[in-house]
Nanobody
Framework: QVQLVESGGGLVQAGGSLRLSCTAS????????MAWYRQAPGKQRELVAG???????NYADSVKGRFTISRDNAKNTVYLQMNSLKPDDTAVYYC?????????????????????WGQGTQVTVSS
């Protein structure tokens, strides 16, 4: 059984930083693609960033240049470093495993979410 446990959310002022962590268990983590999604009140869940097992990354346009996704296979953990946070980044952030990627010469892009989700961690950015 796959388990994903997120941590690191909280309240931060605009311009601040947070680092989210997601630790996975129940499968061989190093072989799995991973992603972060978020859902703001009244909005649909949306992709934030994805990372393949080989380390290729994909970001939503709204977070490019501010957020960085990374992974530590020895710790079975994927991270989301969030800098220059804005009030619009306020949402519940979810870890997701086995998203579907499409990779080409131009890069790798997340096409759809995988089947397993963490419980979510709240990120609130005050203005």
């Amino acid at each position: 059984q796959v388990q994903l446990v997120e941590s690191g959310g909280g309240l931060v002022q605009a311009g601040g930083s947070l680092r989210l962590s997601c630790t996975a268990s129940g499968r061989i983590f190093s072989r799995n693609d991973m992603a972060w999604y978020r859902q703001a009140p009244g909005k649909q869940r949306e992709l934030v960033a994805g990372i393949t097992s080989g380390g290729d990354t994909n970001y939503a346009d709204s977070v490019k240049g501010r957020f960085t996704i990374s992974r530590d296979n020895a710790k079975n953990t994927v991270y989301l470093q969030m800098n220059s946070l804005k009030p619009d980044d306020t949402a519940v952030y979810y870890c997701n495993t086995d998203p579907k990627f499409r990779c080409s010469l131009s890069g790798c892009y997340v096409l759809s979410a995988g089947n397993y989700w963490g419980q979510g961690t709240q990120v609130t950015v005050s203005s």
